[in-house]
């Protein structure tokens, strides 16, 4: 059966709508101007609702209107096709009374979602039945709702998750402090809007922690020199206001109980509902999809996976989307859950593929050896003992990134790679920490993002075996343990996921290096992830004595 038609005009109004302890919260709600009842989707965030529907079309990631925080969909796609589509602004934001007490705060955790659910599910232009809606911030919204369990919420898609574990999985990838937030809260490129910031934003820490205390963790990371060099990040220690978001993240660099209860991963087995997870491959969002999908109790769920994170605002993939809503809220048999639970698009093929899981069922775990004259090979070689190295100077003295590279020979077949790559290799620096950057290309080419990218710090190298997954390996981010100069670690880093088909003839790269720079992203002005303060010798060592290996999970053809 098809989908639903668009067939209504749409009307536009504005509540307030009471939370549990009396707290207003502002949502717009566009519906179908005509009598009857409608399923309702619910979309919050901390962007602000009136942000959300521009008449601009829709820009690509780099131009000039480009505005990266306009993600709850189109509410007047879904209208005219008979939904009820509310945007909420989160608590202490927007036009939303109360405080906004950090990212993810508790009422931000489910409890205030669950009122407006319930409350969209009692108005007479419903019928009851309420699913989440939009991506990225929007997508933690809905899963952070649905672990709250409200008795009307009937089905989720959240797309481009971020920070199922807001530690590993957002703020600190590999235990490396990302900036992202920074320009996110305050509103520069991409997201120049950022949060609907009002007088009611308090940082967490400043409203949880003993002023003693608070003082002598401010002053540690003041202390910190990788912090220290930037500017912007020395003032917001000092002006915790500016962006009480990143300051609170400043003060926790390691995993506990701060990033364990504002990471809804820990109460995923709380969701009744089905549940659509969607997302690119490359970017951020992509380990939170493999780990929402596989992680989720017994309910109906696909998996999506993309390769090019779309336009804003963002109305991609409405149609796909409405086959799902209309199953699962109208009672439509679209056909949907009749397909395989997994598709993903493979770069370079150019289609379509679909799968039972992910990863996928026939995975080749596949050596590529780190060898002499930089070359990647299916063998390791022992010709040479002496080690490769490069020399990363701070940014604060140059910009350009020093690296080793590793090449294969031109490929005799097709060679197509499926999911997250991994690096084991064994390496000293002369400094007591660093940052290890390490990406995936095809040699030669142009393309801003890398295949696959990785991060760990070095002193958080130490691995939790127990926690691997079959998609993932784990670290123990709960202690620093930083290596001694001069001495030989064994460093494992997990890769971000792709999905390429090397063709004959082309090679594939392995990239070593320890700093982002602005010029990684042409289309950004911002910094991604911390980089080193101190001039650092590097030393990666592929003898016969110390393997070094990329493993990549091929997809035989």
């Known amino acids: 059966m098809s989908a639903s038609e668009p067939k209504y005009k749409v009307i536009r109004e504005t509540y307030m709508v009471p939370a549990r302890d009396g707290i207003k919260l502002a949502v717009d709600v566009y519906r179908p101007d005509a009598e009857g009842t409608y399923p309702a989707l619910l979309a919050q965030s901390p962007y602000g609702k009136d942000a959300q529907v521009f008449e601009s079309p829709p820009q690509p990631f780099g131009k000039s ?3 990266a925080s306009v993600e709850s969909g189109d509410p007047y796609y879904y209208a005219k096709r008979g939904y009820a589509y509310a945007i909420a602004d989160f608590r202490g934001l927007g036009d939303s009374e109360g405080y906004h007490d950090g990212m993810m705060n508790r009422q931000e955790r489910g409890e205030d979602g669950y009122d407006i659910c319930e409350w969209l599910a009692a108005q007479p232009w419903c019928d009851g039945g309420v699913g989440g809606a939009g991506i990225c911030y929007f997508a933690n919204a809905q899963l952070q709702l649905a672990t709250a369990a409200p008795p009307h919420l009937k089905c989720i898609a959240p797309w481009e998750i971020y920070g199922d574990d807001l530690y590993k999985h957002g703020q600190y990838e590999g235990g490396v402090l990302n900036i992202f937030l920074y320009g996110l809260y305050t509103g520069t490129y991409p997201a120049r809007c950022g949060y609907a910031i009002t007088d009611r934003v308090r940082s967490a820490m400043q409203v949880s922690t003993p002023p003693e205390e608070l003082e002598k963790l401010v002053k540690k990371a003041m202390e910190d020199p990788d912090l220290r060099q930037y500017p912007y990040l020395y003032h917001l220690l000092k002006y915790p206001t500016k962006n009480p978001i990143l300051f609170d993240f400043m003060l926790n660099p390691l995993d506990g109980p701060y990033y364990r209860e504002r990471s809804f991963i820990e109460k995923i087995k709380n969701i009744k509902v089905p549940v659509y997870v969607g997302g690119p491959f490359f970017s951020f969002f992509s ?11 017994d309910v109906p769920k696909k998996l999506r996976f993309y390769t090019d994170m779309g336009t804003r605002p963002w ?22 859950m009749d397909e395989p639970p997994v598709k993903y698009h493979t770069t370079v093929l150019e289609e379509w593929q679909t799968a039972d899981a992910f990863p996928l069922g026939n995975t080749a775990y596949t050596p590529f050896y780190l060898n002499s004259l930089n070359l990647l090979g299916p063998e390791p070689d022992f010709f040479n003992d002496e080690p490769d190295s490069f020399v990363q100077q701070p940014l604060f003295v140059t910009e350009e990134r020093a690296s080793v590279k590793y090449v294969t020979p031109p490929l005799s077949k097709d060679l197509q790679v499926t999911g997250a790559p991994r690096v084991r290799f064994y390496a000293s620096i002369d400094q007591k920490d660093t940052t290890w950057r390490v990406n995936v290309r095809e040699y030669g080419s142009d393309a801003i993002y890398p295949l696959a990218q990785g991060w760990l710090k070095a002193s958080l190298r130490k691995r939790d075996y127990g926690r691997d997954t079959a998609w993932e390996i784990e670290h123990d981010y709960t202690k620093f343990d930083n290596p001694v100069p001069g001495e030989i670690y064994e460093y494992e880093i997990q890769m971000r996921p792709m999905s390429h088909l090397f063709r004959t003839g082309t090679r594939i790269q392995l990239e070593i290096s320890c700093i982002d720079v602005p010029t990684d992203i042409e289309t950004y002005d911002v910094m991604w992830h911390l980089c080193p303060a101190r001039t650092t010798l590097h030393k990666i060592y592929r003898d016969g004595e110390r393997q070094s290996v990329l493993t990549l999970p091929v997809i035989p053809r």
């Open 287 to 297: 380990e939170p999809q493999i780990n929402v999908y596989n992680r989720l109790p």
């Open 315 to 336: 109305k991609g993939d409405h149609d796909e989307l409405l086959r799902w809503y209309d199953y699962w809220l109208k009672g439509i048999d679209t056909g949907i």
């Open 65 to 67: 209107i480009f505005e």
